[in-house]
């Protein structure tokens, strides 16, 4: 089975209990709440409402990609409105291994999010201490954008590595049908799915979803 996590900054927030019911329906694997501040990246998306919000409407996975610099004295918030997952970037904070440890030692799960020109050669001290790596295939920010090409072979190497580590690889960005069946013969564990695969199809999401499990 593939990992699929809805992108919830592209759902309809003017029914936010609907799209979750109709995302539970459809038996999706973990919702991604992208945080943004504005600074790590020049947009703003959710919240701590909003990820309290949708902890409060599923008991599956929330994971929260935190896109905001110095994220170490933020966690704790996160946690405390409902993350299960934490994404850090490593552009983002000046010691990540210290962030990633404080998100273990809260007993949740440890993520790296890498965006595209981050190599993994800069990551591979920290890698052991990631339970999921998310592999930035845009530029992050805003959703609608194109594939960036040249982040498969990243996905490509963080596969080889995987049997030294238990990490999963999960991609981000522009991850269309076409996309995903590509990056499922890389080795890629899962996708986010935004405005490329999900939302905004004018079809259900649970046809969607089956669709996107038997590729
Ligand atoms: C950024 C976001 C997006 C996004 C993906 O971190 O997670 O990349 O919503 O969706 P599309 O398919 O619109 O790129
Ligand atoms: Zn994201």
Redesign the pocket.
């Known amino acids: 089975m593939k990992l699929l996590c809805p992108?919830i900054?592209?759902a309809d927030f003017s029914s936010l209990q609907e799209e979750i019911s109709a995302l539970e329906e459809a038996n999706v694997t973990m919702y991604?709440c992208?945080i943004m501040d504005g600074v790590f990246v020049p947009n703003f998306t959710m919240g701590l409402n909003d990820v309290k919000a949708i902890r409060g409407l599923t008991k599956k996975v929330v994971d929260c990609?935190l896109?905001i610099e110095n994220p170490l004295s933020k966690i704790d918030l996160f946690i405390d409105a409902g993350a299960d997952l934490l994404y850090v970037h490593p552009e983002s904070e000046r010691y990540i291994s210290k962030t990633l440890m404080h998100i273990k030692n809260r007993g949740k799960l440890s993520g790296l999010a890498i965006n595209p020109d981050t190599s993994i050669e800069s990551i591979k001290e920290v890698i052991g201490l990631a339970d999921y790596i998310l592999v930035?295939t845009?530029n992050?920010?805003f959703?609608?954008?194109a594939f960036l090409d040249f982040t498969k072979e990243k996905i490509k190497k963080l596969n080889e590595l995987k049997n030294q580590y238990s990490y999963k690889i999960i991609a981000?960005?522009?991850?269309s049908p076409a996309v995903i069946q590509e990056l499922d013969n890389l080795g890629c564990d899962g996708y986010?799915?935004?405005?490329?695969?999900l939302f905004g199809k004018n079809r259900s999401y649970k046809q969607l979803i089956e669709e996107l499990q038997i590729l």
């Open positions: 992108s900054m592209c991604h992208d990609h896109m930035m845009v992050p920010g959703a609608g954008q981000d960005g522009a991850c986010v799915l935004g405005t490329s695969a």
